[in-house]
C-alpha cells in the first residue's frame, strides 16, 4: 500500500518571499505519478504541477517548481515570489493505479 | 465555463434518508472518480468509473452506488445516510484513466466544486 506523508501541518510565509513544502511518498513501484493539489478557502480542488516518475527534469509552472528525489522518495514543492491568492491547502498526491492524497499542508501568505 | 460541475452544492439532510449528488463533466473525459473529504481535510477516492464500466471500488460501504449513465456524467446515490457521511464529496474527471497517458497530461484529473453534506 502507498502512503503520502505531508510533515508539516501548517506554514505562513511573507508576501514575495518563497516556502517549501514537504511530501514523501512510500511505493514499491519504479513508474507512478505525483501531483500537488491546491485547495484554496473556497474548496476547489486545483491542480498545481505533476511529475511523472520517470522524468528526472524536475516540473516548473511559473512561481511553482518540485524538487523530486525519485531514490529518496521525496517530492517537495517549492513556491516563489508568494502572493496572498496562494494562501490554501496543498495537498501531495501518489499516484500508480489511484491517487492516494497527504493529509495537507496549510499555506498562509502575509501581507 | 464550467468543466466539472456538482449539483447541489451543499445538501443537509436527516439520518435515515437516501440522497443523490449529480456530476456532470463537458471536457470530454472518458474517466470519472467520487472522493470523499472527511473533517480533518483527507481525501480519500471512492469509485472510479472509465467509459461507464467501474474500475476502482475503494472498500466504500454499499449503502453507496454509483452510476453513470453515460461517460459525461457520473452520480452518487446514498441509501441510509448516517452521521458518519457528512463530508464534502468531489467528483474529478480525466480524459484518460490517470496513468495511462504516456506522460501527455491527458489522464491530470480536474475537479469539481465539491457536495458539502450534513447528516442530522
Known amino acids: 500500500a502507498q502512503t503520502v506523508t505531508q510533515s508539516q501541518p501548517e506554514m505562513s510565509v511573507q508576501e514575495a518571499e518563497t516556502v517549501t513544502l514537504s511530501c514523501t511518498y512510500d511505493t514499491s513501484e519504479n513508474n507512478y505519478y505525483l501531483f500537488w493539489y491546491k485547495q484554496p478557502p473556497s474548496r476547489q480542488m486545483i491542480l498545481v504541477i505533476r511529475?511523472?516518475?520517470?522524468?528526472?527534469q524536475n516540473a516548473t509552472e511559473n512561481r511553482f517548481s518540485v524538487n523530486f528525489q525519485k531514490a529518496a522518495k521525496s517530492f517537495s514543492l517549492k513556491i516563489s515570489d508568494s502572493q496572498l491568492g496562494d494562501t490554501a491547502m496543498y495537498f501531495c498526491a501518489f499516484h500508480d493505479y489511484k491517487l492516494s492524497f497527504g493529509a495537507g499542508t496549510t499555506v498562509t501568505v502575509r501581507a | 465555463d464550467t468543466a466539472v460541475s456538482q449539483t447541489p452544492k451543499y445538501l443537509v439532510t436527516q439520518m435515515g434518508n437516501d440522497k443523490s449528488i449529480k456530476c456532470e463533466q463537458n471536457l470530454g473525459h472518458d474517466t470519472m472518480y467520487w472522493y470523499k473529504q472527511d473533517s480533518k481535510k483527507f481525501l480519500k477516492i471512492m469509485f472510479s468509473?472509465?467509459?461507464?464500466?467501474?474500475?476502482i471500488n475503494e472498500t466504500v460501504p454499499n449503502r453507496f452506488s454509483p452510476k453513470s449513465p453515460d461517460k459525461a456524467h457520473l452520480n452518487l446515490h446514498i441509501n441510509s445516510l448516517e452521521l458518519g457521511d457528512s463530508a464534502v464529496y468531489f467528483c474529478?474527471?480525466?480524459?484518460?484513466?490517470?496513468?495511462?497517458?504516456?506522460?501527455?497530461?491527458?489522464?491530470?484529473?480536474?475537479f469539481g466544486p465539491g457536495t458539502r453534506l450534513t447528516v442530522l
Open positions: 468509473y472509465n467509459n461507464k464500466e467501474l474500475i
Open positions: 474529478a474527471s480525466s480524459q484518460a484513466i490517470t496513468g495511462t497517458s504516456g506522460g501527455t497530461e491527458g489522464d491530470t484529473q480536474y
Open positions: 511529475q511523472e516518475a520517470y522524468k528526472q
